[in-house]
């Protein structure tokens, strides 16, 4: 059973107070009775009564007098909008009850009335005050729900979208804009099936496909364009939702969750690469092809980012940094070229790694003629080359310099069109065997503090790879010089013998000779004698 609903009577006639009480006690009502204005203003402000039924004839003031009061007196606040009932024995007064219809009066009995339509009447009051209470709880329930699912779309640490069946997007939230801010133009929401630089991309294809399909749409790391570059690595679901029209009508919307895994990505690509590069290092021993490996690695998909990688090896003098090989671009036509012809290839970092890294350079390349006609002096006085004789990586910010370039890095430099940029030593057993210059030109991105630190990795495995490419260079000299002096050897070996043969062939001359002259001695006399007899 229910609450019994409180009923005050404000009325200075005590028979209406017994009427009303033996009636409406019986029909469940518990009643409380006042016979002045003032003392029936308390009575409300303190019992905060279900209703009030308040006659327009009091002493002192009247009821509407009264009901002015409770309305309008900041003392009675907290009861201003209980039900009112006016109870009057004045005769008809149509102006008198739309006046007070007009300020908030809830009903308007004119006496004398029966008590069966006074009970129906407070009934009806308060069932309609319970429904309008009900609809304000439904209503602040309805919006705080609203508020909170907002706070959550708003917050959430995900992309969150909905978009009509047009592919009008209704809801962005924050994160998604802050992600793809293209998706609002002047503070609207752009249509996704029409906007150039969606409809044909994957937000396009996934609304389109839901919308023609009716089914879900799931996509797992999948590289979005910003820019000219992959800057993005997103996870997308899209699903079809029922939603009612203004007329009734269900029609089906697109809702989509896009999560942004760009740096677990980049992480895991960078451990890949790290891991990739250690080993086609094990396959190369040629300095040149080397060099371009590492290049080519610094320029590799999301793990670092760079556009350009240069790389510089100390001459023997150790007097100047002499500009061995560059990889990348040298104008923003020369990018797109060659990111769009990596885009239609679509390798992974490793068929990336293993076929353009292994792959000789072509010598005529842009950046890498640049690159060796460069050099840098170690003497010059400039934060670059001071750095790079401590074995210290220098970070280039134009903004942090302005006008001065001049002490920033050497004149030598400026074929390179250097903007901001990261030259890091490669250092090997604390000699300085050269230095990595890498930057973003051409695709306007930042660089960023955690690529500066593979960077860092990477120039070690450069150093490592270099001392053995060196190493092996010395081995191969080493070796053709001894393979020169085998040479001469078996030359020498060759001679020696063909000499002792021939000494040995005029040894036996000599013994031939000598036995042969004693008989021909002997022959050559008898022959003297035989002619000398016959003469």
Same mark, same amino acid.
């Given at each position: 059973m229910g609450k019994q609903k409180t009923v005050l009577l404000v009325d200075d006639e005590q028979i209406m107070h017994d009427l009303a009480s033996a009636y409406l006690e019986r029909e469940g009502f518990t009643l409380q009775s006042a016979y002045t204005g003032s003392s029936g203003l308390e009575m409300i402000k303190n019992l905060n009564p279900d209703i009030v039924l308040l006659d327009y004839m009091l002493p002192q003031m009247n009821g509407e007098q009264v009901f002015e009061k409770l309305r309008q007196d900041q003392a009675y606040s907290d009861v201003r909008d209980t039900p009112v009932i006016l109870l009057t024995a004045r005769g008809s007064d149509e102006i008198l009850k739309t006046r007070l219809l007009k300020q908030g009066i809830v009903a308007y009995l004119q006496k004398p009335f029966g008590l069966r339509e006074l009970s129906e009447v407070i009934n009806n009051i308060i069932t309609l005050r319970d429904i309008r209470h009900s609809n304000r709880l439904l209503e602040f329930e309805v919006k705080s729900t609203k508020q909170h699912l907002s706070s959550i779309l708003q917050n959430a640490p995900v992309g969150i979208f909905s978009c009509d069946d047009q592919g009008n997007l209704v809801d962005v939230n924050q994160y998604l804009l802050k992600l793809l801010p293209d998706l609002s133009v002047n503070h609207q929401f752009i249509n996704v099936l029409e906007d150039d630089h969606f409809k044909e991309s994957f937000f396009g294809s996934g609304v389109r496909s839901v919308l023609e399909t009716g089914a879900s749409w799931k996509r797992n790391l999948v590289p979005c364009k910003c820019g000219h570059m992959h800057d993005?690595?997103?996870?997308?679901?899209?699903?079809?939702?029922?939603?009612?029209?203004?007329?009734?009508?269900?029609?089906?919307?697109?809702?989509?969750?896009?999560?942004?895994?760009?740096?677990?990505?980049?992480?895991n690509f960078q451990l890949r690469l790290l891991s990739h590069v250690t080993t086609a290092m094990q396959q190369t021993i040629e300095l040149k092809t080397l060099l371009h490996l590492l290049l080519t690695a610094i320029t590799a998909g999301p793990a670092l980012g760079f556009t350009r990688a240069m790389i510089f090896l100390v001459n023997d003098l150790f007097t100047e940094l002499t500009g061995a090989m560059g990889v990348g671009p040298i104008s923003y036509d020369d990018a797109l070229q060659t990111w769009n012809r990596l885009n239609r290839q679509n390798l992974d970092m490793e068929e990336y790694i293993f076929k353009h890294g292994l792959a000789l350079p072509v010598d005529d390349e842009a950046l890498n003629l640049a690159v060796q006609s460069c050099s840098i002096p170690l003497d010059a006085n400039t934060r670059l080359t001071n750095e790079l004789r401590e074995n210290?990586?220098?970070?280039?910010?134009?903004?942090? =310099?302005?006008? &001065?370039?001049?002490? @920033?890095?050497?004149?030598? %430099?400026?074929?390179?069109?250097? /903007?901001? =940029?990261?030259? &890091?030593?490669?250092? @090997?057993?604390?000699?300085? %065997?050269?230095?990595?210059?890498? /930057?973003n030109k051409f695709n306007d991105q930042p660089i960023r503090e955690d690529r500066v630190q593979l960077l860092s990795l990477i120039a070690a495995q450069a150093a490592h790879g270099i001392e053995k490419a060196n190493s092996y260079e010395q081995l191969r000299a080493e070796k053709l010089k001894l393979e020169v002096a085998v040479k001469k050897l078996r030359q020498a070996q060759v001679r020696l013998i063909h000499t002792e043969r021939l000494a040995a062939i005029g040894e036996m001359a000599a013994h031939v000779a000598h036995e042969i002259r004693n008989p021909l001695v002997t022959i050559g006399g008898f022959a003297r004698q035989i002619e000398q007899k016959i003469d």
């Open positions: 993005l690595i997103l996870n997308m679901h899209f699903v079809p939702i029922q939603v009612d029209n203004e007329d009734g009508d269900e029609t089906v919307r697109v809702m989509g969750i896009i999560e942004d895994v760009t740096e677990g990505e980049r992480k210290k990586p220098f970070w280039y910010k134009k903004h942090d =310099f302005h006008e &001065m370039n001049y002490l @920033a890095f050497p004149s030598t %430099l400026q074929p390179l069109l250097l /903007d901001e =940029f990261i030259a &890091m030593p490669v250092v @090997a057993n604390g000699k300085l %065997l050269g230095a990595i210059i890498a /930057d």
